[in-house]
């Protein structure tokens, strides 16, 4: 009896915890969160780097498959500006929410996929990049923003790194 009540109480201290982490947002927030994503693409089109900024917090920040970092809405803004006019000036993003993992009602994990096309590598050849993306959104005043992005490029199987 003593083993089932202590099993009880040990349920009842994590069931809270468990609810928390909910992988099925409310509807609202999973369209919001989803769109959060889908709204980079008309931006990237447009080569909007202040509007593709806008969709960070304040404080957020980026790091990408090359290592490259930027911190706050200044840099992030800086960073796309001299991508979208540089090695992607003229490419065509997508990118899509494969899960959202509701840490708290206002904290989400959202992990998806991108694929950048159109690269114009030297000589005229066109080409593409994909990969994978974690982005941790934050719910400020109402509003999802991005905190923190991370993309990665999967390595190539038989691939070995250093």
């Known amino acids: 009896m003593r083993i089932v ?6 349920l009842l201290c994590v069931a809270p915890g468990a609810a928390a982490q909910s992988t099925a ?4 927030d999973d369209r919001a ?16 780097a202040r509007g593709i900024a806008s969709r960070w917090a304040p404080d957020g920040d980026v790091m990408v498959s090359d290592g490259s970092t930027a911190k706050g809405r200044g840099e992030i803004e800086k960073w796309f500006s001299t991508q979208l006019s540089g090695v992607y000036k003229g490419t065509r993003l997508t990118a899509t929410v494969a899960a959202i993992r ?8 959202l992990d998806g996929d991108w694929e950048i096309a159109g690269i114009q590598a030297p000589g005229g050849a066109s080409g593409s990049r994909k990969g994978k ?12 923003l991005m905190s923190a992005w991370r993309s990665m490029v999967p390595a190539r199987p038989g691939a070995t790194t250093s």
Not at 5 to 10: E, G, Q, W
Not at 133 to 144: C, D, F, P, S, Y
């Open 5 to 10: 009540s202590l099993f009880a109480v040990m």
């Open 25 to 28: 947002p409310a509807g609202v």
């Open 33 to 48: 969160l989803r769109d959060l994503v889908q709204g980079l693409v008309p931006l990237w089109k447009q080569a909007d």
């Open 102 to 109: 509701m840490v708290t009602p206002t904290v989400a994990i």
């Open 133 to 144: 993306l974690t982005i941790v959104a934050t719910k400020i005043n109402g509003q999802w």
